[in-house]
């Protein structure tokens, strides 16, 4: 029985060869194979390594690449492109995956500091700057308020200090614009319980700097001990990794650690039916067509590679600057895959990145794009959608992109949530276990209300909140966290 079992595995793989020589000789392109092999015995599997091998050789000799030393900022093509051929260590799927189970630091049981409820033996109800009442806590308890004798914000209900330490001048030049860096003075307690922080897209492009600088003192300021950071890193923004590594140099000072996540492609971008970023990669291709494209185009899997491969060195970085780091990658944001394209575009990503960081899929199954599956498999999910906030599992992130977020003194009926009104989410969502939850807010992306007019981001205005704005923020970032005093 064994023999006709190998046998049958000898004759299987020889086939396969002889069918990979023959549409080789064709010119047809080989991608389909990596497909196919998921639907193979364990024993047939082992044929496709060499498979593997030679697609990998055939995509390093069919696209002549250039030597170019990147420069901040790059278009994205003239950086993705010096990527192609440079080598990475790499991993096995089997050793991502196996990272994703055992090397994520376990999340602590927080103890949720319930608004309006009692949280002391002699509660104290006051109206916060968000609009709602909530107790003052005590003094071992989540929401380090100043000491006796500290001056209050001014025109705020948040009684913290606005001291921080700014270099540079403001402006629209992004070499003018101020860097925040945390200051010993700032007297909010350290917090931790769940991953807290922004969904900045537009990071990388130059006219988005103050913005990006405003958010990031926010973060400081909020002194919540694990920060998250989301990026769009396929040229839309533009490419600028020195800044985006300046970003997390910033952020990890004082003890603190960031989970980054970087988004290797643009689905949204894909689905416009005019291409407001026609610099980003694979603008213009409309999701089903690029569904077919990465699964047996060559060019097109050898692009996508080599965008997932250009992440690797900030991936490297941000594990240097502290052994709490993390680091994710989703081939593409809010996606436009089938079930069988995302794990083609899964296996890409794993390859280029190896271990060094988590696979998390975005999805978008209500984005009405025929086929589109949310079914992350063995990967961490994200997702945005107010409505889908409860297909979230233990691990799993959300982010507050595309839904946004307003003010307290905002019209209840804004286009976007009012912060009082997410804090039994967020609540609930540190009840779950859920890794991280994320702000985002469409105007700081330069984005209009429903019905206007996307721009190219080279003609956007970006949002830059004020004081008081961030001072609500830095309230909802620590909502619920536990004191490390």
């Not at 389909?32 to 697609?55: I, N």
């Not at 286009?415 to 997410?422: E, K, N, V």
Request: glycine content about 8%; proline content about 8%.
């Amino acid at each position: 029985m064994s023999n006709n079992r190998w046998f049958f595995t000898l004759l299987v793989a020889t086939f396969l060869a002889l069918t990979l020589l023959f549409f080789l000789g064709k010119g047809e392109k080989p991608g389909f194979l990596a497909e196919l092999s998921s639907y193979l015995p364990q024993t047939v599997r082992q044929f496709f390594p060499v498979v593997d091998d030679l697609e990998s050789d055939l995509l390093k000799q069919s696209i002549i690449t250039p030597s170019v030393t990147p420069k901040s900022p790059l278009m994205p093509d003239s950086y993705f492109l010096s990527e192609l051929n440079r080598g990475h260590s790499s991993s096995s799927t089997e050793e991502v995956e196996s990272r994703q189970t055992s090397e994520a630091r376990p999340l602590p049981t927080p103890t949720i500091v319930k608004l309006g409820g009692v949280v002391s033996s002699s509660p104290t109800p006051r109206v916060g700057v968000l609009g709602f009442e909530f107790t003052q806590p005590s003094d071992n308890q989540a929401f380090s308020f100043v000491e006796e004798g500290e001056a209050l914000g001014e025109n705020s209900l948040i009684p913290f200090a606005r001291g921080r330490s700014v270099s540079g001048s403001p402006g629209q030049n992004p070499d003018q614009t101020p860097t925040v860096t945390p200051e010993p003075g700032d007297k909010l307690g350290r917090v931790f319980g769940q991953v807290r922080g922004y969904t900045i897209l537009s990071l990388m492009h130059p006219l988005a700097r103050p913005s990006v600088e405003k958010q990031i003192e926010g973060m400081l300021r909020a002194e919540v001990r694990d920060l998250f950071l989301g990026v769009l890193v396929d040229g839309t923004f533009r490419v600028d990794f020195g800044y985006l590594h300046s970003v997390l140099e910033r952020l990890t000072v004082g003890g603190r650690s960031v989970t980054l996540l970087m988004y290797l492609t643009n689905g949204p971008e894909m689905r416009r039916s005019n291409e407001v970023a026609p610099q980003a990669p694979f603008s213009g291709i409309d999701p089903l067509s690029f569904r077919e494209l990465l699964r047996f185009d060559l060019a097109t899997r050898a692009r996508f590679s080599a965008i997932a491969r250009s992440v690797v060195p900030t991936l490297d970085f941000n594990a240097s600057l502290s052994p709490a780091n993390r680091n994710l990658v989703a081939p593409m944001l809010e996606d436009n895959f089938d079930r069988t394209t995302y794990q083609v575009a899964r296996q890409i990503v794993s390859r280029a990145i190896g271990s060094k960081a988590q696979i998390i899929r975005n999805p978008c199954p209500r984005c009405n794009v025929e086929g589109n599956d949310g079914d992350p498999g063995r990967d961490l999910l994200e997702l945005h959608k107010l409505d889908e906030f409860d297909s979230l599992r233990r691990g799993d992130g959300y982010s507050l992109d595309g839904e946004g977020f307003a003010y307290a003194d905002d019209p209840p009926d804004s286009d976007q949530p009012r912060l009082p009104d997410l804090v039994d989410m967020l609540e609930l969502s540190l009840e779950r276990g859920h890794l991280y939850f994320a702000l985002w807010r469409r105007q700081r992306q330069g984005i209009p209300p429903p019905g206007g007019q996307v721009l190219n981001p080279d003609l956007r205005n970006y949002e830059v909140p004020t004081d008081d704005q961030l001072d609500e923020e830095v309230v909802f970032l620590r909502l619920g966290l536990r004191s490390e005093e």
